[in-house]
């Protein structure tokens, strides 16, 4: 069973829901919300979070299988088929196989994390996540001795994904932690946001959620995870890797070379709002800095 993380944020420091959610996509009729368990926490507010306007937000997403365009995720996402939807696990696991949706939810309890999200373009906004710890799916599987990463793929589906029609990336998407990383207590797989089932375009129906990493390390619309020896393929640091490193903790010291990471822009404060100061590992530093000790974090973006 999961466990319970208290996190700093509460409900005032959420992107509102009415302004995040294109409710149109959601998928309605999820097994994953049916009989959870909701852990959260409420503190103090970050200062008063201005929502952007409805036409803002839901066309505000990165999911470069549906176009490369902010609003492209919202408009054809909807082509993506969910249900049924199953994970193989295969590589240095004890019980590898194909887990159906249903399969891998059996017996999680399922938790609301409030997060910050932290994009690597620079702009951030606090999402109320429904998920469970990775760790205990991995425990599930049991990892074998010698395993020290994870790897994950996104579906690979060019009927339903027009996007991956484009050469922007060498398709399937794919992305890796370091064990000890996917083993954190912070680390979620998601199912929901706000308490409705993951719509398609935030991942549907199952993402990664790695909240002190930059937002392209939370893979979507997961359909493989492998246990090994060996740092994994990563889509972008693959593509880019003078842009985007392995681990891409989010460092407000290390710019991006095309832009400073010392601000961010608060989605909700409106398009024009003024910049807020990044936090090391966006806020997380207490709980992850000692993943990365001895790590020079100059240079490890």
Same mark, same amino acid.
């Given at each position: 069973?999961?466990?319970?993380?208290?996190?700093?944020?509460?409900?005032?420091?959420?992107?509102?829901?009415?302004?995040? *959610?294109?409710?149109?996509? #959601?998928?309605?009729?999820?097994?994953?919300?049916i009989g959870a368990g909701l852990a959260g926490s409420v503190v103090h507010a970050?200062?008063?979070?201005?929502?952007?306007?409805?036409?803002?937000?839901?066309?505000y997403n990165n999911f470069y299988e549906f176009g490369t365009r902010k609003e492209?995720?919202?408009?054809? =996402?909807?082509?993506?088929?969910?249900?049924?939807?199953?994970?193989?696990?295969? !590589?240095?696991?004890?019980?590898? !196989?194909? &887990?159906?949706?249903?399969?891998? *939810?059996?017996?999680?309890?399922?938790?609301?994390?409030?997060? %910050?999200?932290?994009?690597?373009?620079?702009?951030?906004?606090?999402?109320?996540?429904?998920?469970?710890? #990775?760790?205990?799916?991995?425990?599930?599987?049991?990892?074998?001795?010698?395993?020290? &990463?994870? =790897?994950?793929?996104?579906?690979?589906?060019?009927?339903?994904?027009? !996007?991956? @029609?484009?050469?922007?990336?060498?398709?399937?998407?794919?992305?890796?932690? @370091? *064990?000890?990383?996917a083993m954190h207590p912070l680390t979620i797989m998601a199912t929901g946001i706000?308490?409705? =089932?993951?719509?398609?375009?935030?991942?549907?129906?199952?993402? +990664?959620?790695?909240?002190?990493?930059?937002?392209?390390?939370?893979?979507?619309?997961?359909?493989?995870?492998?246990?090994?020896?060996?740092?994994?393929?990563?889509?972008?640091?693959?593509?880019?890797?003078?842009? /985007?490193?392995?681990?891409?903790?989010?460092?407000?010291?290390?710019?991006?070379?095309?832009?400073?990471?010392?601000?961010?822009? @608060?989605?909700?404060?409106? +398009?024009?709002?003024? %910049?807020?100061?990044? +936090?090391?590992?966006?806020?997380?530093?207490?709980?992850?800095?000692?993943? /990365?000790?001895?790590?020079?974090?100059?240079?490890?973006?």
């Amino acid at each position: 069973m999961a466990r319970r993380y208290t996190s700093d944020l509460g409900w005032n420091d959420v992107t509102p829901k009415s302004v995040f *959610l294109n409710r149109r996509q #959601l998928i309605a009729g999820s097994g994953a919300m049916i009989g959870a368990g909701l852990a959260g926490s409420v503190v103090h507010a970050q200062g008063d979070l201005e929502p952007n306007s409805w036409e803002d937000i839901t066309t505000y997403n990165n999911f470069y299988e549906f176009g490369t365009r902010k609003e492209d995720p919202a408009r054809f =996402a909807s082509m993506l088929t969910t249900q049924p939807w199953s994970i193989v696990i295969d !590589g240095m696991v004890d019980n590898p !196989g194909t &887990y159906s949706f249903e399969q891998i *939810l059996e017996g999680m309890t399922i938790e609301e994390r409030i997060y %910050r999200f932290r994009c690597v373009e620079a702009w951030s906004m606090v999402i109320p996540w429904n998920g469970f710890e #990775l760790a205990d799916l991995l425990a599930r599987v049991g990892v074998q001795e010698g395993a020290r &990463y994870v =790897a994950f793929e996104t579906a690979f589906r060019p009927d339903e994904m027009p !996007g991956v @029609r484009l050469p922007v990336l060498d398709w399937p998407y794919r992305e890796g932690l @370091r *064990l000890d990383e996917a083993m954190h207590p912070l680390t979620i797989m998601a199912t929901g946001i706000y308490g409705e =089932a993951m719509p398609n375009q935030n991942g549907a129906p199952i993402r +990664l959620v790695v909240p002190w990493k930059y937002g392209f390390k939370s893979i979507k619309s997961i359909v493989r995870i492998t246990l090994t020896d060996t740092e994994p393929y990563a889509s972008w640091n693959a593509a880019q890797p003078d842009e /985007y490193g392995f681990y891409s903790n989010v460092n407000p010291n290390v710019d991006h070379p095309r832009w400073s990471q010392a601000t961010e822009r @608060r989605i909700g404060g409106g +398009l024009f709002a003024g %910049r807020v100061p990044t +936090l090391m590992f966006n806020g997380y530093e207490q709980e992850v800095a000692s993943l /990365y000790e001895g790590m020079d974090l100059s240079v490890s973006f």
